[in-house]
């Protein structure tokens, strides 16, 4: 059983950054009918993350990965009758996680400090020449000394201090 | 018209064939395209957005600069792209608080952000700017007696407040208006504007679930249209129905599910007689023979 009386009840002022006013979430559900990622397995149920954020369950919260379902649709975002703005509290939550367990900054961020993008874009010259564009395209990955100043810049950021056996250039 | 090409990740990397497509369609239409130099991840969702807000308005911040310093709004296909730059550039305007920190981190760059650029989508810029009356004008094979259905980006449809260029988000026409202007005839169907559920972390974290969701769609386009194509506007939305249709296949051991599909800027550049080869030439669905019927014409 959860005892109410040993909870975080600051939690909410924590987490929530982005999104709407929390407390006015009244459980009506809008958020759940149209959500891809409600129908997955566990599913994710933003009115039930609110709740959590509410009555302060930290640790339960923090083990909770069906934040990261979400498929960013924001349809709960434009739906949601309190201006509560579930994809906001989706994100405020997944960084919530980042921050106090390493373990959920997910990979991108690294691959995007390396690199400046999610994907191998400077390695797939044939494929691009085979289409008649050009082997490497005039992003960052063209341009070694800007892909240097960009990681500069993140160094300063609190992730990639707080973090830093994580990004390598 | 002249408009910054933001790549993004998915487009330069996973179909560059939609790239070449949009490069050679759009300066057709008199939309001149010009390259953003030194751009980077938007930032992803699923990046620096889900564990570091200002390292993320930082990334964006950094490619509005380019844009910025070429005087020229960003045009995307992607609609994660889309979304996450339209977000970010809307809490950098709102904010005071976040913009400074973020030109702060801007500042040993030499960039700031000022905010003077917009972030389009390339269905607005098609059917804003360019209009369905001077696409019809560019064609040499219209798509006589094909039926289609289209695969609203949900990233240009939600929150409508932010993103929305649509007279109405709620029930959204531009998009069949411009597979129109083609010579196709557009179908709608129940599940029409249910997202394809391939962004995010829902295929990776639940892939049965997620595929169940995409194969509900697959399966109200066959049982409620007789489409014979479908048109996206969104590399996610491309690689996931033509991908889903795949994997419905091979758990019903059968080939049911083979509609091509396209993204607007391919097909419309098929329609343009635009080497077939260059521009619509990566795809797990085959659309070889649809390409032929239509040359055939
Ligand atoms: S739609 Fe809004 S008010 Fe309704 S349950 Fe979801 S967050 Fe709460
Ligand atoms: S944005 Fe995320 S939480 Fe909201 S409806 Fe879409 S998948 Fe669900």
């Known amino acids: 059983m959860i005892d109410l009386t040993k909870t975080n009840t600051g939690l909410w002022r924590e987490i929530t950054d982005n999104c709407g006013d929390i407390r006015k979430c009244f459980n009506c559900n809008t958020c759940v009918a149209g ?17 959590k954020v509410l009555l302060g369950l930290e640790d339960e919260l923090l083990e909770d990965e069906t934040p990261w379902l979400c498929v960013t649709c924001s349809a709960c975002e434009e739906m949601c009758p309190m201006g509560v703005h579930p994809f906001e509290v989706c994100l405020d939550i997944r960084r919530w996680q980042s921050k106090n367990d390493e373990t959920y900054i997910p990979a991108a961020t690294a691959e995007i400090f390396e690199t400046g993008h999610t994907q191998a874009v400077g390695q797939v ?19 070694p000394e800007l892909l240097k100043i960009f990681q500069e810049m993140l160094r300063n950021t609190d992730i990639v201090r707080e973090n830093d056996y994580m990004f390598r250039s | 018209m002249k408009y910054g090409l933001f790549l993004g990740c998915n487009v330069p990397a996973v179909r560059p064939d939609v790239e070449r497509a949009i490069r050679l369609t759009m300066p057709v239409l008199g939309a001149d395209l010009v390259d953003l130099e030194g751009s980077a991840c938007c930032p992803a969702f699923g990046s620096f957005p889900s564990a570091d807000e200002t390292a993320s308005l930082a990334i964006s911040a950094w490619n509005f600069c380019i844009a910025e310093e070429a005087e020229v709004d960003l045009v995307t296909e992607c609609g994660s792209c889309y979304s996450s730059l339209r977000i970010a550039r809307s809490k950098l305007l709102e904010s005071e608080e976040k913009r400074e ?20 989508h390339m269905l607005d810029v098609l059917f804003n700017d ?9 064609i040499k094979y219209p798509l006589e007696n094909i039926s289609a259905i289209v695969q609203y980006p949900c990233h240009t449809l939600f929150p409508s407040e932010i993103v929305g260029f649509d007279s109405l988000s709620g029930r959204p026409r531009m998009f069949q208006k411009l597979v129109e202007a083609l010579g196709a005839s557009v179908q709608t169907y129940s599940r029409e504007l249910q997202c394809c559920g391939g962004a995010g972390g829902f295929v990776k974290g639940s892939f049965a679930d997620a595929s169940e969701f995409a194969f509900k769609k697959l399966r109200a386009i066959k049982k409620e249209t007789d489409a014979e194509f479908i048109v996206a506007s969104c590399i996610t939305c491309l690689q996931h129905l033509d991908r889903m249709q795949d994997e419905l296949n091979k758990k019903n051991n059968d080939n049911a599910y083979s509609l091509p599909v396209f993204d607007y800027n391919q097909i419309l550049a098929v329609c343009m007689d635009f080497n077939p080869g260059e521009v619509a030439s990566i795809s797990t669905i085959s659309r070889d023979e649809f390409i032929r019927n239509i040359r055939k014409k």
Request: glycine share 8%; hydrophobic share 35%.
């Open chain 1, 35 to 51: 959500c891809p990622a409600a129908e997955g397995d566990p599913p994710l149920f933003i009115r039930n993350l609110v709740r």
């Open chain 2, 130 to 138: 360019i209009g369905p009356e001077k696409i019809r004008e560019s």
């Open chain 2, 101 to 120: 920190q973020v030109n702060r981190l801007l500042e040993p760059t030499g960039k700031q952000f000022r905010g003077t650029v917009k972030v389009r």
């Open chain 1, 125 to 143: 010259q044939e494929k691009r020449k085979a289409v008649g564009l050009e082997a490497v395209p005039p992003t960052i990955i063209k341009f």
